[in-house]
């Protein structure tokens, strides 16, 4: 920085310039102000739209409350329903239940819903769970270790994992999709659900679940074993991770999912198919033979 009045060089802050005694004005002293920082794209969801999932894991609906604990590795999901209130789960989901509530096992949609149901990797019947005569209460978690979200959905479209539906609302429509050969290649089975209506969703993960907002436009890639839900807004296609066939088989990735937004997606932190492919040599073959553990009981 120079004196405005003779141009010598100034020590920074000095009040007085060293060479003519001139008063060094206001604006020289000072630094100019650091540029504003550039604006990162937000998502800005519309209206009734986005992911809700409290932050505290509870909240209440038409005739229930909930509460999910134990998160994020062995969580349990808790529904207080009031007398004559129901809630619908995924066959075998029940861990414990108030002994005044009813359960009735069904085939939703008739016989070609189930068809649909088993086809897409879920159990052909949904069990009904009704308490009778007064309040209950009804307990559900998935069969492998990892979270739950409990999802309030407001007149919303989501697709889900047919692995990853634990529990809904009875109002909610839930429907098994066609997802065309693309899913097929993906590894992921020929079907999704779709899950849309006004009411409590509550999803399971293998392993913690991450939520990613996209903007409009904003494109984003997903390892097809790691899904768990995302919005109708948002676009996919399934695509080779890696340039070429041979690449991208040898990356480990294989087919991965490229989303556009704008929309939101639920992604778990854990893949069991990869674990179980961990597990695999570990097991005793059937012959006996190869690595795995010998037992001998005699």
């Known amino acids: 920085m120079n004196c405005q009045n003779c141009g010598a060089g100034l020590v920074p802050g000095a009040k007085f310039c060293g060479a003519c005694g001139a008063t060094v004005a206001a604006a020289q002293a000072a630094p100019p102000p650091p540029p504003p920082p550039q604006q990162q794209p937000q998502y800005q969801p519309a209206a009734g739209g986005g992911i809700r999932i409290d932050d505290d894991a509870r909240g209440e609906g038409r005739g229930y409350s909930y509460e999910i604990l134990h998160q994020p590795s062995f969580a349990l999901a808790v529904v207080q329903l009031a007398a004559e209130q129901s809630i619908l789960a995924e066959a075998g989901a029940m861990v414990s239940m108030s002994a005044n509530v009813e359960l009735q096992s069904q085939m939703k949609g008739g016989l070609m ?139 480990g990735e294989g087919i991965v999912a490229e989303f556009s937004g704008p929309g939101e997606i639920l992604i778990q932190t854990r893949n069991l198919a990869a674990l179980a492919g961990l597990l695999k040599p570990f097991f005793p073959t059937q012959g006996g033979g190869g690595s795995g553990f010998n037992i001998d009981f005699g």
């Open 113 to 251: 819903g189930a068809l649909k149901r088993a086809v897409g990797g879920e159990s052909a019947f949904v069990s009904t769970f009704t308490a009778r005569g007064g309040p209950g209460e009804v307990t559900f978690a998935p069969g492998s270790p990892g979270d739950i979200a409990g999802i309030e959905m407001r007149n919303q479209l989501f697709f889900v994992q047919s692995s990853s539906y634990l529990a809904g609302d009875a109002s909610l429509q839930v429907d098994t999709r066609w997802g065309g050969a693309k899913s097929f290649f993906g590894g992921e089975g020929l079907f999704v659900l779709q899950v849309s209506g006004t009411g409590l969703l509550l999803l399971s993960s293998f392993g913690a679940i991450h939520r990613k907002r996209l903007a409009a436009g904003e494109r984003y890639v997903v390892d097809t074993g790691h899904l768990v839900a995302w919005e109708g807004t948002t676009q996919y296609t399934l695509r080779k991770a890696a340039a070429g066939f041979f690449r991208s088989m040898v990356s």
